[in-house]
């Protein structure tokens, strides 16, 4: 979906790396809570809870970090003119709904669409990116079919 809005929007969507500033500072952290575990407190029997404390804590941060900043690699949708990431939501409803919502996405009711009772099942699913600053909307109908998620109608995009 996101590779056919970049080829629909040339200029207006691209794929941009969010900041790394945050991966860092988990990674930091935890690099600076093994450091002190190692040099700054003394191997005593009363400060072996806090050395322990301190290399769970700081693992866990190094290993949080290193996955965030992974994760973070990939590219999310950025909308140039509104200088902003477009926000991701997903809509899930029951298959004897699926006309209505593929109704509504080819109509591009993006507003009624959002105001439907969702249902917990994900048979019928839509991905929704919208932008917090302006009205541009684009959405796709997902159908779950035979283990596997099928688009149920074409990518609509609202400027």
Same mark, same amino acid.
Request: overall charge neutral; charged content about 20%.
């Given at each position: 979906? $996101?590779?056919?809005?970049?080829?629909?929007?040339?200029?207006?969507?691209?794929?941009?790396?969010?900041?790394?500033?945050?991966?860092?500072?988990?990674?930091?952290?935890?690099?600076?809570?093994?450091?002190?575990?190692?040099?700054?407190?003394?191997?005593?029997?009363?400060?072996?809870?806090? #050395?322990?404390?301190?290399?769970?804590?700081?693992?866990?941060?190094?290993?949080?970090?290193?996955?965030?900043?992974?994760?973070?690699?990939?590219?999310?949708?950025?909308?140039?003119?509104?200088? $902003?990431?477009? $926000? #991701?939501?997903?809509?899930?409803?029951?298959?004897?709904?699926?006309?209505? *919502? *593929?109704?509504?996405? #080819?109509?591009?009711?993006?507003?009624?669409?959002?105001?439907?009772?969702?249902?917990? *099942?994900?048979?019928?699913? *839509?991905?929704?990116?919208?932008?917090?600053?302006?009205?541009?909307?684009?959405?796709?109908?997902?159908?779950?079919?035979?283990?596997?998620?099928?688009?149920?109608?074409?990518?609509?995009?609202?400027?």
């Amino acid at each position: 979906m $996101c590779e056919a809005m970049y080829s629909m929007m040339k200029g207006v969507v691209e794929p941009r790396r969010r900041s790394m500033a945050a991966p860092a500072l988990i990674v930091a952290l935890g690099v600076a809570l093994l450091l002190v575990n190692g040099f700054l407190i003394e191997n005593a029997v009363d400060n072996s809870n806090l #050395k322990s404390a301190l290399v769970l804590f700081g693992v866990t941060l190094l290993i949080v970090g290193i996955v965030y900043a992974i994760v973070r690699q990939s590219g999310a949708p950025y909308h140039v003119q509104d200088r $902003c990431f477009l $926000c #991701k939501k997903e809509l899930k409803f029951y298959k004897e709904r699926r006309e209505e *919502v *593929v109704d509504l996405v #080819k109509r591009a009711d993006f507003t009624t669409l959002q105001q439907l009772p969702e249902d917990g *099942v994900s048979a019928v699913t *839509v991905v929704l990116y919208s932008s917090p600053r302006s009205g541009f909307c684009a959405a796709q109908v997902f159908e779950y079919e035979e283990m596997e998620m099928h688009p149920a109608s074409d990518l609509v995009i609202r400027a």
